[in-house]
């Protein structure tokens, strides 16, 4: 089954950017959705980004117009570009991929892989 990790957490202060990227080990052009998700302690896991097989890119509210997401050439690297990042950005990253059909990538329900998660503080 496919393997994903995650990297390009890390601190930065408010307004900086960061760029996470999620290496699957093995193509994922069978995967019917790729996204993010996060989590800070103690709430429910949160989506952020998904694009479809078809290159669609969809988008939270509270990160759209700041984060953009993006699929490699090789389909193998999955990544997330943030710009503007606030604080309340701060949680838990995870790249997640979903091979059931019929889904709007838009929950939890529509991916059944997920990565370990990268941590991305945004300090005031």
């Known amino acids: 089954q496919v393997q994903l990790r995650e990297s390009g957490g890390g601190s930065v202060q408010s307004g900086g950017s960061l760029r996470l990227s999620c290496v699957a080990s093995e193509y994922t052009g069978n995967a019917y959705c790729l996204g993010w998700f996060r989590q800070v302690p103690g709430q429910e896991r949160e989506w952020v980004a998904a694009i479809d097989r078809y290159g669609k890119s969809t988008y939270a509210n509270s990160v759209k117009g700041r984060f953009t997401i993006s699929l490699s050439n090789a389909k193998d690297t999955l990544a997330l570009q943030m710009k503007g990042l606030q604080p309340e950005d701060t949680a838990m990253y995870s790249c997640?991929?979903?091979?059931?059909?019929?889904?709007?990538?838009?929950?939890?329900?529509?991916?059944?892989?997920w990565g370990q998660g990268t941590q991305v503080t945004v300090s005031s």
């Open positions: 997640a991929a979903g091979t059931i059909a019929g889904r709007w990538c838009d929950r939890l329900e529509d991916f059944n892989y």
